[in-house]
């Protein structure tokens, strides 16, 4: 099974950057794709083919992927931004999602 | 506007079964694989099942295979989980995705909760 580990919580005060890692065996080889999941809803894709956002997605969050590490970037973080990330990767006719860390708006 | 709609969930007894299904609308149904990925309370999502847009291949995670089947009807706009043998693990919620670009999940349905209990 593939594992993607990523930390329970980051924390960030308003205004500033927030980085989420998600690691993983050779994850550069992989496109990454990211989910923002608030409390009571469904998640929503927020990064997909490691850096592309979709429409309607702020400019303030981006990608980055190489090696054994993808990163999820939120830039000028705001308190909306508080919420449940998680990382997947499609490897080997199996879904694999990341551990989820908590993004906590100071 | 795509739009997903679960519908079907509820309580059932371990060992028993239950079928639920997505509706779809929004978008050519048939040219997109389908996804369904749970969350159990407080925890974090799990792949589930997955099965390409002519229906023609399947997949599943380890800890359903043999008792989950996932299945559509394009005819209908309408992806389905059959759960069978189901125990209390199998609690959660459980969304319906539609695949989008390199595997992504670019739309998620609002989730039905499947709750096994005695």
């Known amino acids: 099974s593939y594992v993607l580990t990523q930390p329970p919580s980051v924390s960030v005060a308003p205004g500033k950057t927030a980085r989420i890692t998600c690691g993983g065996d050779d994850i550069g080889s992989r496109p990454v794709h990211w989910y923002q999941q608030k409390p009571g809803q469904a998640p929503v894709l927020v990064i997909y083919?490691?850096?592309d956002r979709p429409s309607g997605i702020p400019e303030r969050f981006s990608g980055s992927n190489s090696g054994n590490t993808a990163t999820l970037t939120i830039s000028r973080v705001e308190a909306g931004d508080e919420a449940d990330y998680y990382c997947?990767?499609?490897?080997?006719?199996?879904?694999?999602f990341g551990t989820g860390t908590l993004v906590t708006v100071l | 506007e795509v739009q997903l709609l679960e519908v079907g969930g509820g309580l059932v007894q371990p060992g028993g079964s239950l079928r639920f299904s997505c509706g779809a609308s929004g978008f050519t149904f048939s040219g997109y694989a389908m996804t369904w990925v749970r969350q159990a309370p407080g925890k974090g999502l799990e792949w589930v099942s997955a099965i390409s847009g002519s229906g023609d291949s399947t997949y599943y995670a380890d800890s359903v295979k043999g008792r989950f089947t996932i299945s559509r009807d394009n005819s209908k706009n309408r992806v389905y989980l059959q759960m069978n043998a189901v125990t209390v693990e199998d609690t959660g919620v459980y969304y319906c995705?539609?695949?989008?670009?390199?595997?992504?999940?670019?739309?998620w349905g609002q989730g039905i909760p499947v709750t096994v209990s005695s």
């Open positions: 083919y490691d850096s």
């Open positions: 995705a539609k695949r989008g670009s390199g595997g992504s999940c670019d739309y």
């Open positions: 997947q990767v499609w490897d080997n006719n199996n879904d694999h």
